[in-house]
């Protein structure tokens, strides 16, 4: 098989030149093939069956020790000059970058099958999907961007009609860390990755194109590429609404792209439309519109169980493959906080001992496509994709930032966006309870200075009058004895349900220097045990945490240097100035 796209096919020739694979296989993304390449995983026990019983079409992959997460130490921006990478990249010229990936990959699959994957970012018909082109030698690889992203005959039929395509090539290498390397070329619209087999890392199409080579096309094309789940909402009364939503890691994402409505809020209805990534475009009348560029969930599993979310739980119980998870005597798929069933081998393929740690990584994953979600709405795949109502950011704060507020308006609610913070869990490495931030919850995936990605945001103001409303939430406050004050997960909705009825301008708000917070009485506490003692301690705004936060934000900011945008300054100095003169009026 060849392309009818000359420049698609003289890269692969290069490419293949350069590695010398065994042979070339153009994928096509059909069943079959899928299929044939999971039996020859197999074989050569890459793969292993999962129990077929119990979890029909499931398979196991266990990873090399040393390769199981994101290298963000080891990614690099390489645009022409150090400041378009910005502060928040790690930087590298174009030229060297190019010179220390070709060296690596010279001769790399000798003996290997090199694989072409042509795919769709977004639904395939979509004037906001864009294309790649995925160069590996890891049948992996394949078989996960067959469940991840539209693979095969009809991206290539798109990339051939257009004639542009994002360039990702690939190679697990001899998965030596020290010869671990992922670059991006925004400019060139390329990416290459060396020497890891890790998702984060080698499916090119997810963070690498989706997030941080999008996102610089985005800006030049006047779109936004978001690290954001969409989620649709249908009231009682008929009201649809969708909901885009931006959260660093353990801030529940995931759970929130898939709540179930609890028992007391009869009649509504959830659709999950993606948990990961969104691409937002203005239609042409004004409107932001979202598409979800995947078709499939590379999820963390641990924790996952029938309470924290039925719907993914429930989802990989078939045609699912599992990375770095433990086994149950009977071969079934076994994680930390499953609740059920208990670990004999552990994601080393060891006899378990408790010993040696954690039964599954904790950065063990499932893929699985999409249509296997409960609440899977065939909306993500609408060429036109879906309005967006509301924005929302959030972070995991055990103080000052209250449940809920609305702001004020778009370019405050930049400001939010870029201010999002959570303070380190034990899960995460280093010192518990250090703030960190994370705008728009983009820090490790934003392909461009985020000086200017704030200013990109800021223009959104002169190019639509219809922007939607802008919002935080924080279901991680604490009282005093570290006890959580929001009962979360399902619960969640009635917060939802608040940002909806103010986009329909019809729920009650007073405003504050941070922005609209609801009074008690405006949510929906329906059943829900809580006291009014709680529900106002999650809607306090604490005037001196909130002077030392702003002030935080401000020299987190001004680390941007001269790029930072005025605009971000001005609304800092707006709230700062409002919280001074409350504590004056307080004195």
């Given at each position: 098989m060849?392309?009818?796209?000359?420049?698609?096919?003289?890269?692969?020739?290069?490419?293949?030149?350069?590695?010398?694979?065994?042979?070339?296989h153009w994928c096509t993304g059909s069943k079959e093939e899928y299929q044939d390449l999971i039996e020859f995983m197999l074989a050569t026990g890459t793969l292993k069956k999962l129990n077929q019983e119990t979890h029909p079409g499931c398979f196991l992959h266990l990873s090399d020790p040393n390769d199981v997460a994101r290298v963000e130490h080891l990614t690099f921006v390489c645009s022409p000059e150090e400041d378009d990478a910005g502060p928040n990249n790690l930087w590298m010229p174009p030229a060297d970058g190019h010179k220390q990936m070709?060296?690596?990959?010279?001769?790399?699959?000798?003996?290997?099958?090199?694989?072409?994957?042509?795919?769709c970012m977004g639904p395939i018909d979509s004037p906001y999907s864009r294309c790649g082109v995925e160069i590996t030698d890891s049948p992996y690889v394949v078989v996960n961007m067959k469940l991840m992203t539209r693979m095969g005959r009809k991206a290539l039929e798109r990339i051939e009609r257009e004639g542009t395509f994002v360039r990702g090539l690939h190679s697990t290498g001899e998965l030596d860390p020290e010869r671990r390397f992922i670059m991006h070329f925004p400019e060139e619209l390329s990416i290459k990755s060396y020497g890891s087999g890790y998702g984060g890392n080698a499916l090119l199409g997810k963070k690498c194109h989706a997030l941080r080579i999008a996102s610089h096309q985005g800006r030049q094309e006047g779109w936004l590429a978001e690290h954001m789940l969409i989620v649709g909402l249908e009231n009682p009364d008929g009201a649809v609404h969708f909901i885009a939503c931006a959260f660093p890691s353990a801030c529940g994402k995931t759970n929130l792209a898939m709540l179930i409505p609890p028992e007391s809020m009869p009649g509504w209805k959830v659709w999950t439309l993606g948990d990961d990534i969104a691409w937002l475009h203005l239609d042409d009348g004004g409107k932001l519109r979202a598409v979800n560029p995947e078709s499939g969930y590379f999820g963390v599993v641990p924790g996952t169980n029938e309470k924290t979310n039925k719907n993914a739980f429930d989802m990989i119980t078939h045609d699912a493959i599992f990375t770095n998870v433990a086994t149950t005597?009977?071969?079934q798929p076994w994680w930390e906080g499953k609740k059920v069933g208990k670990p004999a081998k552990d994601w080393r393929g060891r006899d378990y001992d408790p010993a040696n740690g954690p039964a599954a990584?904790?950065?063990?994953?499932?893929?699985v496509a999409a249509t296997n979600n409960p609440c899977y709405s065939e909306l993500a795949d609408a060429p036109e994709g879906v309005p967006i109502s509301a924005i929302v950011f959030g972070g995991r704060r055990k103080q000052v930032a209250p449940l809920v507020y609305e702001a004020k308006d778009w370019n405050h609610g930049v400001l939010i966006g870029a201010s999002t913070?959570?303070?380190?869990?034990?899960?995460?490495?280093?010192?518990?309870g250090v703030v960190r931030r994370d705008p728009m919850a983009m820090k490790p995936?934003?392909?461009?200075?985020f000086a200017d990605y704030w200013e990109h945001w800021l223009s959104f103001p002169e190019k639509s009058e219809h922007l939607p409303k802008?919002?935080?939430?924080?279901w991680f406050r604490q009282n005093d004895d570290g006890e959580f004050l929001w009962p979360g997960f399902g619960e969640n909705l009635r917060v939802l349900e608040w940002i909806i009825e103010r986009c329909e301008h019809r729920a009650g708000a007073h405003e504050t220097p941070i922005g609209y917070l609801p009074h008690a009485e405006d949510l929906n506490t329906d059943a829900l045990e809580i006291t009014p003692e709680v529900l106002d301690e999650l809607l306090t705004v604490d005037t001196e945490q909130w002077r030392a936060e702003l002030q935080s934000v401000l020299e987190y900011l001004e680390s941007y240097g001269d790029r930072l945008p005025e605009e971000l300054r001005r609304q800092q100095q707006v709230i700062a100035n409002a919280l001074d003169d409350q504590l004056a009026k307080a004195s």
């Amino acid at each position: 098989m060849t392309s009818k796209l000359e420049a698609l096919q003289a890269w692969v020739d290069q490419v293949a030149a350069h590695t010398q694979p065994e042979a070339v296989h153009w994928c096509t993304g059909s069943k079959e093939e899928y299929q044939d390449l999971i039996e020859f995983m197999l074989a050569t026990g890459t793969l292993k069956k999962l129990n077929q019983e119990t979890h029909p079409g499931c398979f196991l992959h266990l990873s090399d020790p040393n390769d199981v997460a994101r290298v963000e130490h080891l990614t690099f921006v390489c645009s022409p000059e150090e400041d378009d990478a910005g502060p928040n990249n790690l930087w590298m010229p174009p030229a060297d970058g190019h010179k220390q990936m070709d060296a690596l990959f010279e001769n790399c699959m000798q003996g290997r099958i090199m694989y072409v994957i042509p795919y769709c970012m977004g639904p395939i018909d979509s004037p906001y999907s864009r294309c790649g082109v995925e160069i590996t030698d890891s049948p992996y690889v394949v078989v996960n961007m067959k469940l991840m992203t539209r693979m095969g005959r009809k991206a290539l039929e798109r990339i051939e009609r257009e004639g542009t395509f994002v360039r990702g090539l690939h190679s697990t290498g001899e998965l030596d860390p020290e010869r671990r390397f992922i670059m991006h070329f925004p400019e060139e619209l390329s990416i290459k990755s060396y020497g890891s087999g890790y998702g984060g890392n080698a499916l090119l199409g997810k963070k690498c194109h989706a997030l941080r080579i999008a996102s610089h096309q985005g800006r030049q094309e006047g779109w936004l590429a978001e690290h954001m789940l969409i989620v649709g909402l249908e009231n009682p009364d008929g009201a649809v609404h969708f909901i885009a939503c931006a959260f660093p890691s353990a801030c529940g994402k995931t759970n929130l792209a898939m709540l179930i409505p609890p028992e007391s809020m009869p009649g509504w209805k959830v659709w999950t439309l993606g948990d990961d990534i969104a691409w937002l475009h203005l239609d042409d009348g004004g409107k932001l519109r979202a598409v979800n560029p995947e078709s499939g969930y590379f999820g963390v599993v641990p924790g996952t169980n029938e309470k924290t979310n039925k719907n993914a739980f429930d989802m990989i119980t078939h045609d699912a493959i599992f990375t770095n998870v433990a086994t149950t005597a009977d071969n079934q798929p076994w994680w930390e906080g499953k609740k059920v069933g208990k670990p004999a081998k552990d994601w080393r393929g060891r006899d378990y001992d408790p010993a040696n740690g954690p039964a599954a990584h904790p950065n063990s994953r499932f893929t699985v496509a999409a249509t296997n979600n409960p609440c899977y709405s065939e909306l993500a795949d609408a060429p036109e994709g879906v309005p967006i109502s509301a924005i929302v950011f959030g972070g995991r704060r055990k103080q000052v930032a209250p449940l809920v507020y609305e702001a004020k308006d778009w370019n405050h609610g930049v400001l939010i966006g870029a201010s999002t913070a959570s303070e380190t869990t034990a899960a995460m490495v280093g010192d518990v309870g250090v703030v960190r931030r994370d705008p728009m919850a983009m820090k490790p995936f934003c392909g461009y200075n985020f000086a200017d990605y704030w200013e990109h945001w800021l223009s959104f103001p002169e190019k639509s009058e219809h922007l939607p409303k802008i919002f935080h939430v924080n279901w991680f406050r604490q009282n005093d004895d570290g006890e959580f004050l929001w009962p979360g997960f399902g619960e969640n909705l009635r917060v939802l349900e608040w940002i909806i009825e103010r986009c329909e301008h019809r729920a009650g708000a007073h405003e504050t220097p941070i922005g609209y917070l609801p009074h008690a009485e405006d949510l929906n506490t329906d059943a829900l045990e809580i006291t009014p003692e709680v529900l106002d301690e999650l809607l306090t705004v604490d005037t001196e945490q909130w002077r030392a936060e702003l002030q935080s934000v401000l020299e987190y900011l001004e680390s941007y240097g001269d790029r930072l945008p005025e605009e971000l300054r001005r609304q800092q100095q707006v709230i700062a100035n409002a919280l001074d003169d409350q504590l004056a009026k307080a004195s």
